[in-house]
């Protein structure tokens, strides 16, 4: 027996993003509003940005803040040419984190608000900050915002000045401007449409799938046996293994294919060996789905059920003489 799993006319996931491309445009929008107006109608749909990371080597910005101790501000560098003391953010720092966090954050608020309600946010980040800047973007734009946390391979040559662990992948988080956004999809390709077909003449293309779901033990009431409609035996999920669809749902099925019952077979020992557990702890009473009617007669229904094609969602293959998928 083997499952059907219909062809989705949903697009395969992906992103686009609608990119203003007239520089002359872009220009006469500043003139003519404030920077935060303009921008409003630059960044109509995503926005990536990639901020500086907090390596404590490379990133310099302007530091107001103020701390007990007149050591911190000896050794906080030197001044910029309008005042502002300038501040290398080293890991010595006893502010290492926090400093780059109060960078981060006025930025994102400006950032949130020149997203329109359908926007959305992708942010390159390493795991220095990636914890932090997850429950900032969380402030910012609300947990119910966060689409997702993509994390990719950023390289793939050995790496030997790594301590510890080699850091090859980044993250992307993402966060959008409300919580209804969904990406926009990628047209589905020949190839992914290859793997659906129709020999039954179901009018919606499909493909096999496994009837099978993991972890029996915990999932005991949904493993029972099913009487097949052609040869008389009776089913059982793989073992380690439980039918994906609670019975209820199971029996209207396989309902499709004959007159069925449900009935106690008093099969606890083939149950606990499917689970892997021992009898003692298997589900007692359990029913199993067995044919209502004298088996010759359940396989010529079933046989025409065959023959008619739209074969219900779980079917028998080889004409009924092959049960379970490998």
């Not at 074969?311 to 003489?321: A, L, S, V």
Request: charged content about 25%; proline content about 5%.
């Amino acid at each position: 027996m083997n499952g059907k799993t219909p062809q989705s006319n949903k697009q395969k996931k992906g992103f686009r993003s609608q990119h203003l491309t007239s520089e002359a445009l872009v220009l006469s929008l500043f003139r003519r509003f404030s920077p935060e107006r303009a921008f409003s109608f630059c960044i109509k749909i995503s926005r990536n940005i990639d901020p500086p990371y907090n390596t404590g080597n490379d990133v310099i910005y302007a530091d107001d803040f103020r701390m007990s101790g007149e050591e911190w501000s000896v050794e906080s560098g030197e001044l910029s040419e309008d005042g502002d003391r300038l501040f290398k953010d080293t890991d010595s720092n006893g502010r290492f984190h926090s400093d780059w966090c109060s960078m981060i954050y006025s930025r994102l608020l400006l950032a949130r608000n020149l997203l329109t309600d359908d926007g959305v946010i992708f942010i390159s980040i390493d795991d220095n900050e990636s914890a932090n800047l997850r429950k900032i973007c969380g402030e910012v734009f609300g947990e119910a915002c966060f689409a997702g946390d993509i994390v990719y391979q950023r390289t793939y040559a050995p790496r030997n000045d790594s301590k510890g662990i080699s850091k090859e992948a980044e993250h992307l988080l993402v966060f959008s401007k409300t919580n209804t956004w969904q990406p926009k999809k990628l047209p589905r390709t020949a190839e992914m449409n290859e793997k659906y077909k129709s020999p039954d003449g179901d009018p919606v293309l499909w493909r096999p799938d496994n009837p099978c779901g993991p972890r029996a033990s915990t999932h005991q009431g949904m493993v029972y046996a099913i009487q097949s409609p052609f040869t008389g035996e009776m089913l059982y999920p793989n073992n380690g293994a439980h039918w994906r669809y609670q019975q209820n749902d199971m029996f209207q099925i396989m309902s499709k294919w004959g007159d069925y019952r449900l009935e106690n077979i008093h099969d606890e020992e083939k149950r606990s060996e499917v689970c892997g557990v021992n009898t003692a702890i298997i589900r007692k009473g359990a029913m199993g789905i067995v044919l209502n009617t004298p088996l010759e007669q359940a396989r010529n229904f079933a046989k025409q059920v065959l023959a008619e094609g739209c074969w219900p969602i779980y079917y028998f293959t080889k004409n009924g003489e092959e049960n379970l998928p490998e």
